[in-house]
């Protein structure tokens, strides 16, 4: 069995701190280093956050919506992104967050988790808005080495109404969904590997966060208004190396500079570290 | 302004009959047909699929994931197919159940819905997981003739925790997802482009499923279990030309044989007319 992604992500935050550096090659940024919004445009920023994340940051995610803009030639920027990350050892979570029902998410697990698709990462988000148990193609693939981040809570006050509906047992959807992530890591036990996404910006869910048995990816810090403080008072009972922290626009307002970027990379390491 | 989404389909749906014919190249239809689980064989199989779908389907549904198994070279197919279907004059519908939150929606309706774009389609379908209100990114494109589906029901048992569980009015979150689009319906009067998904094994939802004022997309028709007379019963009260009913695996199946194929898209589309 491959080693688990849920000891993998541990090690790195351990050596580096909890940072994830978003890879956001949006209109907005690229315009504000003055960059073209193009294929030349998306490649130029990728690779600028990948040379500024690699030895200061855990993993890196590129957000696909910004690549998928262009198509199959956004796609091939992606690509390189993701072998370079291989090449210069960067986790990568594909923040797809992909999701469907049966042999379609096999398809989708096949994509962004084996060995043998071009998009191939080290770990993928994806959305449980047809039930967790519509998403076994994906947790087949912990024992791969592979991870999984599923959507919980996100940072967005819209999601509020569905992510807080009541179950008929009278527990909140976004409980549920932990819930059954944390089950599913029991039975994988010393896996690890199945995460949740769960916005810095939202309220604590019922659910003892600490019995996840597997990572959480946290967004919703810097430009979307959470502080570490948040995430430490949020996460404050979870093991060590299981909370990992992406910051995007606030790093990537930075650029182009390359050493400005560095600098921020470190800088963010740096303030996150304190809590985790 | 640019003639609706609504509209659009409609005519179709008159002249040509309420069919939508999946294009999922699977690993298992591949093998079935003896082809390759490669970029060739996805090509093989989606212009197989165009081209015995060209005038007797109202528009055919490209199952994203399936493309995506093959990053950059598998879009490459999807593009070309998006753009033959354009030019043979079928709507195109891209099932890629994207949604994410804030600007990343935004990117993910210019990939799949803005003419810049070469997956640029005549509708998408997007999941609601974030909330409704987080889709208005896509909502945005409406006005320009674009089409949106949003999934309110999923036709697997274990969407049902979530979309049935209960907002803080007590209310379905099916049917708060159904009201909110009828909603912006009403708001964009005659538009008529943003419609649902709704899989025909689920039982009816409490909303009044004709008052959407906009189509339904109703997969599960064929081999996952409904009939057409189940999709009868449920929309039996919607306007005409507002029900678009897609089967993949049972036109699928009966491939590779061209006619073969144009058999069972026309016997699956003269099975659908006499209900809807």
Chains 1, 2 share one sequence.
């Not at 890196?60 to 992104?81: D, H, M, N, T």
């Not at 992530?181 to 019922?206: D, F, H």
Request: proline letters at 5%; charged letters at 25%.
């Amino acid at each position: 069995m491959a080693e688990s992604f849920g000891v993998r992500l541990q090690e790195r935050i351990r050596a580096l701190g909890p940072l994830c550096v978003g890879v956001d090659p949006s209109p907005a940024v690229l315009g504000a280093w003055d960059r073209p919004d193009s294929v030349e445009g998306l490649e130029f920023l990728s690779l600028a956050v990948l040379e500024a994340s690699v030895g200061h940051a855990a993993a890196i995610k590129p957000q696909v919506a910004y690549f998928e803009r262009f198509g199959s030639a956004g796609y091939r920027v992606l690509e390189r992104l993701i072998a370079d990350a291989r090449d210069a050892d960067v986790l990568v979570i594909a923040d797809a967050k992909r999701g469907d029902i049966g042999a379609t998410n096999e398809a989708y697990a096949a994509a962004w988790l084996d060995e043998s698709s071009p998009l191939c990462s080290d770990a993928v988000t994806v959305s449980p808005f047809t039930g967790v148990g519509a998403l076994t193609p994906f947790f087949a693939r912990l024992s791969a080495g592979r991870g999984v981040f599923v959507l919980a809570a996100t940072s967005n006050e819209e999601g509020r109404v569905l992510q807080r509906a009541r179950s008929d047992d009278d527990e909140a959807v976004e409980d549920v969904i932990l819930r059954s992530l944390a089950e599913i890591n029991r039975r994988e036990e010393g896996l690890g590997g199945l995460g949740a996404v769960l916005g810095a910006t939202r309220e604590r869910p019922r659910f003892d966060l600490a019995s996840l048995a597997g990572p959480y990816l946290v967004p919703g810090v810097g430009a979307q208004g959470a502080s570490p403080e948040d995430v430490g008072r949020l996460f404050q009972r979870c093991p060590p190396g299981t909370v990992l922290v992406n910051v995007s626009r606030a790093i990537l307002n930075v650029g182009p500079e390359r050493s400005a970027l560095r600098d921020a990379v470190r800088t963010w390491r740096d303030n996150l570290a304190i809590f985790l």
